[in-house]
DNA sequence: TTGGCAATTTGACTTCGGTCAATGGCAAAG
DNA sequence: CTTTGCCATTGACCGAAGTCAAATTGCCAA
């Protein structure tokens, strides 16, 4: 019996389009990996050498300027694919946000397997496919969005993707609460905006009462409605 | 023989992966339509109901904000791939920037054929790879940089874009000159920029003896380097 | 050629978000 | 329990880009 039987997102990732045979074979030339909060697994320029599926936690993609600025470009959550197949150079690094487990690939094994095996490619296309229309949306954040409206979008998003299972930092529905997964300063390499700016957005909001910060790390939203409102 | 033999996008779109049959086969559920500069392909938030690839021309992907502003979060060129397949709905318009003539789809017969045709659907997960690519590397510019990075970032990439053949919009190579398929107001908008700005860096540049205006819709890049250092 | 119109440029002023600096708070280590 | 150090918050100020308005340009049609 392969390890993939119990995965948490054996339904949910890619793998959802292999049978058990097929399985077998993708979970022979894989293995499983831990990283723990702040550990990289493919830095910024290198050539592409590997692909993962995450299985828990939260990672960060993001590339930097040459005077130190940093941008993240995107940010993956369990089920989600990992890596730059078919021989091109990685344009960002990939971190762990959290401490992660993930399931890696050389990326020539992946490459082979995927050709020989369309389906694959199929689930891969449709994942990217989705992955480009959310970057795009992030776009828009970016080049049009103010400040607040950066930060309300920004709790928005987060939120719908916590609620999805394998997410050790859960949204838990009932108290609204969610633990971040991102220092202030994550947040705004998100937003393209400083920390000091981020910072005074989170408490404008506090002050307004859309939302309560327990703790540095815990966003409870009070008033959902006037966050919609407020992400523009 | 089909109207695919002369094809000048033939061997450098998602086309290049089918062979002589595949490709009348295909041909026969496309059509080709030409579009004058203006005329929108697809409209944003529309079931995704055609694809297409470029032909000839430069076409846009946008969206907007409520309060009316304007995000252009893709640019088009021949042979590219135009459109969302696997039932989504388009969260972007497409929409022609100069005269232009694409081969387009039913997006419900396109995906039939894809299915159907691996090497087509590796074709289209390579490109769709290499276009988010692209775009992470937009978000770094739209998040980190300066009005005036971002301007000399666009006549680079543009240049870079224009060279390649199909484009009846050409960078000539020995005069340095480049018939620009935007606007201002659409410079602005793929930058994040307002029309103002966007006048104020060009004409700074200008000025710089960095470029040369011969007409608004015409650049010389005077000086290649200061150009490059420019762009951060 | 001229008039009209839209696009662009230019100028004056405002503002949002960045920068710099000081303070505060929490958590791990001693 | 205290110390240490990092991260976050807060405040004061500044500057880049936005806004509003006017002038200019270039283009098309009459």
Redesign the interface.
């Known amino acids: 019996m392969s390890t993939c039987d119990q995965c948490v997102v054996r339904n949910r990732s890619i793998c959802a389009a292999l049978d058990e045979n097929e399985i077998k074979l993708l979970n022979s030339i894989g293995r499983r990996r831990n990283l723990t909060a702040g550990e990289s697994l493919i830095w910024e320029g290198e050539d592409s050498v590997l692909v993962a599926n995450v299985i828990e936690g939260v990672l960060k993609?993001s590339?930097g300027?040459?005077?130190g600025?940093?941008?993240i470009?995107?940010v993956v959550y369990p089920s989600d694919f990992i890596g730059?197949?078919?021989g091109?150079t990685t344009?960002?690094g990939v971190t762990a946000l959290t401490d992660a487990r993930v399931c890696v690939f050389s990326r020539r094994d992946f490459d082979g397997f995927a050709?020989e095996h369309?389906s694959l490619?199929?689930k891969?296309?449709?994942r990217?496919?989705?992955?480009?229309?959310r970057?795009?949306?992030?776009?828009?954040l970016?080049?049009?969005?103010s400040a607040s409206e950066k930060v309300a979008s920004f709790l928005l998003e987060l939120m719908e993707r916590l609620v999805e299972p394998g997410c050790k930092v859960v949204f838990d529905q009932p108290s609204r609460q969610l633990e971040l997964p991102f220092s202030r300063q994550q947040i705004a390499d998100v937003?393209?905006l400083t920390i000091e700016t981020v910072s005074r957005q989170l408490t404008r909001l506090k002050v307004e009462g859309t939302i309560g910060l327990p703790s540095r790390r815990e966003v409870v939203i009070r008033n959902l409605d006037a966050l919609v409102a407020g992400a523009?």
């Open positions: 993609l590339t300027t040459e005077d600025h940093e941008q470009v995107g730059r197949p078919f091109a344009g960002y050709r369309p490619g199929q891969l296309l449709e990217t496919l989705g992955e480009l229309d970057t795009r949306r992030w776009m828009l970016l080049g049009r969005k937003l393209g523009g």
